[in-house]
């Protein structure tokens, strides 16, 4: 059976997939161009990134807030050449993120009362799920991975709305730069909203779902996320926060939210890539 723990990057056991596999253009979040299939010119023969600990500084903010969800370690153990893993590695990632939300709801509903009939479903989509993601390159390859989201999501939408009870509908909203400052978004459904740049510094969303929220440079020091839902680390390395933001549990700051700002200089620090 796959644990949360098998869906959490481990570079160590990679050969730096994510810094091979996909393209970037040279914007706020690269600070150069890498065509797909190329190998970043800072991934060391070890695979080891040499920007590693000065990532934000050096304009690459985009590579600390990728996350792989483990498919980089696993498809490395199933692989002679990294490049047989090019073509699954997109899928096996997004893959392993819809696993993790299964296995996040199935850990919602057990023990639930009365919610035997989810549970059951959400067990049987886990194991589907563990079948599918356990394939080889070329089978992950041709993998469908919308279709599965669309056969998953009602499962994750109904698991939410049960523990959520009548917490306010805000999916899909767009509150790009909103001035959210304390609000009251206990248990609020923010599925896929566009929170970019929002301020949520003080804001109660305590039990929201979060699922696919845009939180990139969200403001949320002082913010309660205690029992948040689909919260991943990508969302919130990708936000604004510092001491005061009461995180999920399972959860830490990032070090770039605890960094001392007012000119001093920057410490060395352990990104959302634990080893690269
Ligand atoms: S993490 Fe480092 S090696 Fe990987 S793409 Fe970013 S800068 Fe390049």
């Given at each position: 059976?796959?644990?949360?723990?098998?869906?959490?990057?481990d570079?160590t056991?990679?050969?730096?997939?994510?810094?091979?596999?996909?393209?970037?253009?040279?914007?706020?979040?690269?600070?150069?161009?890498?065509?797909?299939?190329?190998?970043?010119?800072?991934?060391?023969?070890?695979?080891?990134?040499?920007?590693h600990?000065?990532?934000?500084?050096?304009?690459?903010?985009?590579?600390?807030?990728?996350?792989?969800?483990?498919?980089?370690?696993?498809?490395?153990?199933?692989?002679?050449?990294?490049?047989?893993?090019f073509?699954?590695?997109?899928?096996l990632?997004?893959?392993?993120?819809?696993?993790?939300?299964?296995?996040?709801?199935?850990?919602?509903m057990?023990?639930?009362?009365?919610?035997?009939?989810?549970?059951?479903?959400?067990?049987?989509?886990?194991?589907d799920?563990?079948?599918?993601?356990?394939q080889?390159?070329?089978e992950?390859?041709?993998e469908?991975?919308?279709a599965?989201?669309?056969?998953?999501?009602?499962l994750?939408?109904?698991?939410?709305?049960?523990?959520?009870?009548?917490?306010?509908?805000?999916?899909?909203?767009?509150?790009?730069?909103?001035s959210?400052?304390?609000?009251?978004?206990?248990?609020?459904?923010?599925r896929?909203a566009?929170?970019?740049g929002?301020?949520?510094?003080?804001?109660?969303?305590?039990g929201?779902?979060?699922?696919?929220a845009?939180?990139?440079?969200?403001?949320?020091?002082?913010?309660?996320?205690r029992?948040?839902?689909?919260?991943?680390?990508?969302?919130?390395?990708?936000?604004?926060?510092?001491?005061?933001?009461?995180?999920?549990?399972?959860?830490?700051?990032?070090?770039?939210?605890?960094?001392?700002?007012?000119?001093?200089?920057?410490?060395?620090?352990?990104?959302?890539?634990?080893?690269?």
């Amino acid at each position: 059976m796959i644990e949360l723990e098998d869906l959490r990057a481990d570079c160590t056991r990679c050969t730096g997939l994510c810094c091979v596999v996909p393209a970037f253009e040279r914007s706020s979040d690269f600070a150069f161009t890498k065509p797909a299939g190329t190998p970043c010119a800072h991934l060391t023969t070890d695979a080891r990134c040499d920007q590693h600990a000065v990532l934000r500084e050096r304009g690459m903010v985009g590579c600390t807030v990728f996350d792989c969800f483990g498919a980089g370690q696993a498809l490395t153990a199933r692989v002679e050449r990294r490049e047989d893993a090019f073509a699954a590695f997109p899928r096996l990632r997004d893959l392993h993120e819809l696993l993790r939300y299964v296995v996040e709801a199935e850990g919602l509903m057990d023990g639930v009362a009365g919610e035997d009939d989810l549970l059951r479903r959400l067990r049987a989509a886990r194991r589907d799920l563990e079948g599918v993601v356990a394939q080889g390159p070329a089978e992950l390859a041709g993998e469908d991975v919308d279709a599965r989201r669309g056969a998953v999501n009602p499962l994750l939408t109904e698991a939410s709305a049960r523990v959520r009870g009548g917490g306010p509908d805000h999916r899909g909203a767009q509150l790009v730069g909103a001035s959210l400052r304390g609000a009251d978004l206990r248990r609020a459904s923010l599925r896929g909203a566009l929170l970019l740049g929002a301020d949520l510094r003080g804001a109660d969303l305590r039990g929201a779902d979060v699922t696919g929220a845009d939180l990139r440079g969200a403001r949320l020091e002082g913010a309660d996320l205690r029992e948040v839902l689909f919260l991943t680390p990508p969302q919130l390395t990708a936000a604004r926060g510092d001491a005061t933001t009461r995180l999920p549990r399972g959860f830490a700051a990032p070090a770039h939210w605890l960094r001392v700002r007012s000119g001093s200089a920057p410490r060395r620090r352990r990104s959302s890539r634990p080893s690269r």
